[in-house]
């Protein structure tokens, strides 16, 4: 008889598959990686979201009706509410805004209320995110904070599942183990368990550009904290639970190396990770190249790409962030965010209807549409306002002709022209056109003007 006291989902927790790397250069040594992605919330987290939940049930500091509370980037949430909503649940979260819309919008397809955070402000700071969630665990009644930055079950969770399936997977042979720190607790739990077992193996850190544990493994002083756009790993304080006496090496690895990774290692082993997969392959291969004896490394995939595909995986975002490159001109060519050449424009013809413009425009989130003639002279530019001033006294219109409400009379400018002269075209409320005698080029909005001064900070 199944035990029905307990969701049956959470029996596919952890046991995740570990396969090897055999696309890429590992010099001497043998890479794998664990594809924590399969775990059924998608990520790594789901492992401490039943630990921290069970501890706390055991513990008493939860009881039935009680409410978890946490800060998150967004995996641990999804872990806590997949196990939180799955044993009856309330489930409150604190997520930074620089998380990515998938994960949000799955932390609230699973019932968890989700409280947006600013990213841009450290701890003590009344927006941080985790000093948001310790005060609303304070305020709500029967709050049960998980805290993963200092719950020794986050840890636990690591050196009593994580740690155990890989050697036995790796059949007691391991060498290094390539991890990222968020809380600090995958690290930690990996350490306690092969500091018993295998004393020699090297724990080897990757983190992203801006985050301090690298200096910090080294012995190095704090340095000021940086920005980066992985998500899940790197940090700006030292967390409680960092156990980083294993740490033999430690690698910074840049947003765009570790975005290139992520893309790489779909392309090359048909495996879809997030971004900080990307950070510690780029980190495990760097490590592998480096040997000069043959060695086993391990490393994770630590969660599904599935929640990055309007990032990672979403060429105009990737561009639009400076993160993939492309041909440079050094004039205004390289502020369209869609250019004709890569044939990344989206258009209509003068002929398709306003509703087929709407769609177009709502689909690909943009305001405005070249129209071209087959899909190639330009004769006009739509947007939003055109159609609505078309539409707004009968919605039946919508079945006219792009023709009957583009604006016809173009003011163009060539890729030549200044940033003055491109700016006195948005001041006017124009898009800017630009093209030459080669033909039409692309547009560029107020947002990619605002893309380009970013990049160039
Ligand atoms: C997305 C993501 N979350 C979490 C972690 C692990 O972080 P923690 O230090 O909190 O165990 C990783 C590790 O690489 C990660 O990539």
């Known amino acids: 008889m199944p035990d029905d006291s307990r969701p049956a989902v959470l029996g596919l927790i952890g046991n995740t598959p570990l396969v090897r790397v055999t696309r890429f250069d590992t010099g001497l040594c043998t890479l794998f990686l664990k594809l924590e992605s399969q775990n059924p919330g998608g990520s790594i987290k789901d492992r401490i ?29 999804l872990g806590l509410a997949l196990v939180g909503r799955a044993k009856g649940y309330r489930v409150v979260l604190v997520v930074p805004d620089k998380m990515s819309t998938e994960k949000v919008l799955h932390l609230k397809a699973m019932g968890a209320e989700v409280h947006i955070t600013r990213s841009d402000v450290g701890k003590g700071h009344h927006e941080y995110y985790q000093d948001v969630a310790a005060r609303l665990a304070q305020e709500i009644p029967d709050a049960f904070f998980a805290d993963q930055f200092n719950n020794p079950a986050n840890p636990l969770a690591h050196e009593c599942s994580t740690a155990p399936e890989i050697w036995a997977q790796t059949e007691h042979d391991l060498d290094a183990i390539v991890v990222g720190v968020g809380s600090a607790g995958t690290l930690t739990g990996l350490t306690r368990f092969f500091r018993r077992v295998q004393p020699d193996l090297a724990m080897v850190l990757a983190d992203p550009v801006g985050s301090v544990m690298a200096d910090y493994s080294r012995g190095q002083p ?12 790197g940090e700006d304080f030292i967390p409680s639970i960092a156990d980083l006496s294993s740490v033999r090496q430690a690698y910074s690895i840049s947003d765009e190396e570790s975005f290139d990774h992520a893309r790489q290692l779909l392309r090359a082993e048909g495996i879809l ?7 510690l392959l780029a980190a495990a291969l760097r490590y592998c190249r480096e040997q000069t004896v043959p060695k ?5 995939v630590c969660d599904t790409g599935t929640r990055y595909l309007s ?40 002929d398709d209807t306003l509703l087929t413009a709407f769609q177009r425009m709502r689909l690909a989130d ?22 609505l001033l078309g539409v707004h006294e009968d919605p039946a219109h919508l079945r006219l002709t792009v023709a009957s409400a583009m604006t016809v009379t173009l003011e163009v400018l060539p890729p030549g022209a200044s940033l003055v002269e491109l700016q006195g075209k948005l001041d006017r409320g124009l898009v800017a056109i630009i093209a030459d005698a080669a033909g039409f080029h692309g547009l560029i909005t107020r947002v990619d003007l605002l893309n380009h001064l970013r990049r160039s900070l």
């Open 273 to 279: 990770g997030g971004s900080s997969t990307g950070t």
């Open 49 to 77: 979201g039943l630990a921290m939940i069970d501890a706390a049930e055991r513990d008493g500091r939860l009881r039935p009706g009680g409410t978890i509370v946490e800060a998150t980037a967004g995996n641990t949430g």
């Open 366 to 387: 943009v305001s405005q549409l070249p129209v071209l003639v087959d899909g190639q002279r330009l004769v006009g530019v739509i947007d939003e306002s055109d159609i």
């Open 296 to 300: 086993r490394v391990v490393s994770f």
């Open 222 to 233: 704090l340095p000021t904290p940086g920005s980066w756009a992985v998500e899940g790993i």
């Open 311 to 350: 990032k990672v995986y979403n060429d105009q975002w990737m561009t639009d962030q400076g993160l993939l490159q492309r041909t440079r001109y050094g004039d205004l060519r390289d502020l369209i965010a869609r250019r004709f050449e890569d044939g990344r424009v989206i258009s209509v013809g003068p």
